[in-house]
């Protein structure tokens, strides 16, 4: 699919205000699966108006959204949830991968969702917006 298709395709899908979290941002295993073409800026930028909080899957052959991407994330206001991806409890570990990926892109603590206590997920939950007239 073309770029400008994917992006817009992202877009829409998080202006719905039921689409609180965007997970698998580009679809990359690495190794073995390019990600897909798509305008990261403009997803980040539309995560951040739109109150979508984008996943940092902690899965080895993932690690998505890559690191590099963070840093303007956390300056757009975008939140993250790190998610070890485990299908498994042997998986759970791979949350470390994840946290070494949100401190290379700059992330703390108060940028990551599941780090937060309750009452604050369930207030960064609510702030999802949608614009008139979208579900």
Known sequence: MPEKEMTK???C???NRYVTMLGHPTGRLLLSREP???DLGEVIKAAAQTGTIIELNA???RLDLDWR???FAREQGVR?????DAHSV??????????QSARKGWLTREDVVNCLPLNEVKRVLQQKSAPQGRP
């Open 90 to 99: 042997l998986r759970l570990q791979d949350l470390w991968f994840g946290i």
């Open 13 to 15: 899908a998080m202006q």
């Open 36 to 38: 897909y073409q798509v």
């Open 80 to 84: 993250c949830a790190i998610n070890p």
């Open 59 to 61: 899965n080895p052959r």
């Open 9 to 11: 395709r992202i877009i």
């Open 69 to 71: 991407f963070w840093k």
